[in-house]
C-alpha cells in the first residue's frame, strides 16, 4: 500500500503563486515517475508536469514557463511551484506517483486526494 498526502492548495490572486507538496509513504521500493494532474469543471483530468527519479521533467503546454516542478527522493516528496497563476488555472490538482512496491516488487500507480487550486480575484 502506498499514501499519497498532498497539501498547499488555495485560494490566490491572478498572477499570484502557490506551491502544492506531495509525499508518498508506504511499501515503497523505487518511485519512477511523480507527476501532478489537473481537472477543472466539466473537464477531464489532465497531466500538467512529470518528473522521473533521474530529475528529467516535461510539462503541458499550460504550465511551460509558469511551472516548475521538483522531487525530494530523500522525502518522496514532489512539489509544483506555481506563478503568473491565470483563473484558467483554477482546477482540482492530483498528485500521482509510480514506482515498485518493497517486498513483492509490484507495480503501483497511485493517486493523492487532490487539492483545490482557486485563481480568482
Known amino acids: 500500500q502506498v499514501q499519497l498526502v498532498e497539501s498547499g492548495g488555495g485560494l490566490v490572486q491572478p498572477g499570484g503563486s502557490l506551491r502544492l507538496s506531495c509525499a508518498a509513504s508506504?511499501?515503497?521500493?523505487?518511485?519512477?515517475?511523480m507527476g501532478w494532474y489537473r481537472q477543472a469543471p466539466g473537464k477531464q483530468r489532465e497531466r500538467v508536469a512529470t518528473?522521473?527519479?533521474?530529475?528529467?521533467?516535461s510539462y503541458d503546454d499550460s504550465a511551460k514557463g509558469r511551472f516548475t516542478i521538483s522531487r525530494d527522493n530523500a522525502k518522496n516528496t514532489v512539489y509544483l511551484q506555481m506563478n503568473s497563476l491565470k483563473p484558467e488555472d483554477t482546477a482540482v490538482y492530483y498528485c500521482?506517483?509510480?514506482?515498485?512496491?518493497?517486498?513483492?516488487?509490484?507495480?503501483?500507480?497511485?493517486w493523492g486526494q487532490g487539492t483545490q487550486v482557486t485563481v480568482s480575484s
Open positions: 518528473i522521473t527519479n533521474g530529475g528529467s521533467s
Open positions: 508506504g511499501s515503497i521500493y523505487r518511485i519512477n515517475v
Open positions: 500521482n506517483v509510480v514506482g515498485l512496491e518493497v517486498g513483492n516488487g509490484k507495480y503501483f500507480d497511485s
